[in-house]
């Protein structure tokens, strides 16, 4: 298998110093610029050796495989084999089977996918009571600080964004300040089809999710605006599907919430996929402040 990025000579150092003697079978960074993901196969199996883009999801990423990934279904989150925080490198288990976005689902095993996806992250997101008042409270500051964000996204986007566009983003991003308290999770940070996966058992699809760098305390119904999004969007049967395995309907305030972090990612994903030529991204961004459009006062 060729390898596209070299692996640093130190990264790879260190993870023989973890597992023993390993080979590189090949980079599977995903395509953006700042990932650093390879495949090495040793005595015991396969192991991934990731570096993170930054501190920050590094802090994320580890916390999440140290204390939330171990109390999933076994075989259904990576695991952490160790950190080296002068890298900002991590070396993980696989999670088996094979990426869904390389799969034709017929519409009723999309909706099982869902199932199974709403279920792993109930599990995911954990209790209120396994949250500590320090989460609680950085949740709490994730929501304002989304609300507080709208016109840096306005800025970055300039005239990508239409005068009706920019005035659903302010109205949305006001409305989400003004709501109350939501029920708070850990969240994964970015929780869709790039990042999941089925394995095929003897049984059933096995699902499973990687990529927990951007994990951390927020709004549980933050981890939906890719769905809603997304995969959601003129599919109101794959949203039931997952609502019915994560195992309760959302709150009102919830849904309130939901729309409105919608228009707020909107407005990020036009103004940082149109310096990126991501076409794709960016009409989805329009797409959605189509959808979600506040007609003018008066």
């Known amino acids: 298998m060729s390898v596209t990025k070299p692996i640093p000579p130190a990264l790879l150092g260190w993870a ?3 597992v023993g003697p390993a080979r590189v079978d090949r980079d599977v960074s995903n395509d953006r610029a700042n990932s650093q993901v390879w495949r090495l196969s040793c005595a015991t199996g396969i192991v991934f050796a990731k570096v993170a883009p930054n501190p920050t999801s590094f802090a994320r990423d580890t916390r999440a495989l140290r204390e939330v990934a171990p109390g999933m279904e ?3 989150a990576p695991l952490l084999l160790a950190a080296d925080p002068l890298q900002q490198a991590l070396l993980l288990t696989p999670v088996p089977g ?3 976005k390389a799969l034709s689902l017929t519409p009723a095993e999309q909706r099982a996918l869902h199932r199974q996806a709403g279920r792993w992250l109930r599990r995911f997101h954990g209790g209120a009571g396994e949250l500590s008042s320090q989460d609680r409270a950085d949740s709490a500051a994730e929501v304002a600080r989304a609300a507080a964000g709208a016109d840096n996204h306005l800025g970055r986007a ?3 964004i239409a005068p009706e566009g ?9 409305a989400l300040g003004r709501i109350g308290p939501l029920p708070a999770g850990f969240i994964h940070g970015d929780f869709q089809a790039r990042n999941w996966l089925l394995d095929a058992g003897p049984a059933d699809r096995v699902f499973g999710a990687v990529d927990l760098e951007r994990a951390r305390p927020h709004a549980a ?3 939906l605006v890719p769905l809603a999004c997304g995969s959601w969007v003129g599919r109101p049967d794959l949203q039931e599907a997952f609502l019915d395995g994560y195992g309760r309907a959302l709150t009102a305030e919830e849904q309130w919430a939901l729309r409105c ?6 407005a990020s994903t036009i103004s940082w996929g149109a310096p990126q030529g991501d076409l794709e991204i960016v009409a989805r961004g329009r797409a959605t402040l189509a959808r979600l459009e506040v007609p003018a006062a008066g």
């Open 16 to 18: 023989q110093n973890v």
């Open 74 to 76: 076994p075989g259904t």
């Open 98 to 100: 094979r990426m869904v």
């Open 158 to 160: 300039g005239d990508l």
């Open 166 to 174: 920019q005035r659903t983003v302010r109205w949305h991003a006001a």
């Open 221 to 223: 119904v933050a981890d």
């Open 261 to 266: 972090l919608c228009a707020l990612d909107a």
